[in-house]
């Protein structure tokens, strides 16, 4: 058995199939964890869980929309690994930059459901399976640096992270009694299928000029920037780090 920051750490990562999800699963596993590799496109959760060492990874087909795959996800863990203790709430959606009188309300209540409501499902699923046996569990939820920083064009988008950031400060607040730590990384702007989704569908140079301004650091983020944050946030070394926002975002945050 691998000897790593996450030795046997069971750890659920929703859309885990590209994108950071699939550099958090990577990373995870690199440092000795169980990852169940959770998408709703059941062909890249399960490329990317056959990728990871030593059969560590499992792809599961799921909608982190959906209650009752939260119960199976559970049951899932605890059959094949005997038990969950970390949960990387990843999956997320976008939508093109437009005026914010332009988005549908179809589209801000999906954003709501993908990118909020998990957070409320996910804790009626793990907070008492957690509680029962005794305390423990670690969750890090991936907001973004648009929650502080909200620029025109997403404002819908960042209302949503915004919600995950003040989400995860106050369940850390109410469970920090029973060992249970909640923290959100707020990541910049990255080269994932998001920077082309926010282009409208084109990843241009000038498009991806225009989204990396005034990031002083001079890049978007990467999936191992986040994925090392979290890893971070996950272990061990972060036991006493409950309600933290991280920034992950080159400095973007001061610009
Ligand atoms: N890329 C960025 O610029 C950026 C910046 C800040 C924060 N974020 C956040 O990081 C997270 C990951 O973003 P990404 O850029 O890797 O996105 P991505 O689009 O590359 O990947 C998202 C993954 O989530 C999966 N997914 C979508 N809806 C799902 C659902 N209902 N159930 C299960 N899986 C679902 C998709 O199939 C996909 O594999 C998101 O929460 C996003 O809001 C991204």
Known sequence: MSTGRLTNKVTIVTGAGTGFGAGIAAKFASEGARVLVWDIDSASASAVASSLPNALGLAFEGDVTKPADW????????????????????????????????????????????????????????????????GGGIVVNISSISAPRPRPNLVWYAASKGAVTATTRG?????????????????????TNMLTVIQGGTDTPEG???????????????????????????????????????????GRSLA
Not at 83 to 96: E, H, K, R
Not at 174 to 191: D, K, W
Not at 208 to 225: T, V
Request: proline share 5%; hydrophobic share 45%; glycine share 6%.
């Open 208 to 250: 991806r000029a225009a989204l990396s301004a005034n990031i002083p650091a001079g890049r978007m983020a990467r999936p191992a920037d986040v994925a090392n944050a979290a890893c971070y946030l996950a272990s061990e070394e972060a036991s006493f780090l409950t309600g933290v926002c991280l920034d992950v975002d080159g």
């Open 71 to 134: 119960s199976r996800a559970l049951e899932t863990c605890v059959q094949k690994w005997g038990s969950v203790d970390v949960l990387v709430n990843n999956a997320g959606i976008v939508y093109p930059a437009m005026s914010s009188l332009d988005v549908e309300e179809k589209v801000v209540d999906r954003l709501w459901d993908v990118n909020v409501k998990p957070l409320y499902h996910s804790a009626k699923v793990l907070v008492p399976y957690w509680k029962e046996r005794g």
């Open 171 to 191: 369940l850390a607040a109410e469970m920090a009694p029973f060992g249970i730590r909640y923290n959100c990384i707020q990541p910049v702007i990255a080269e």
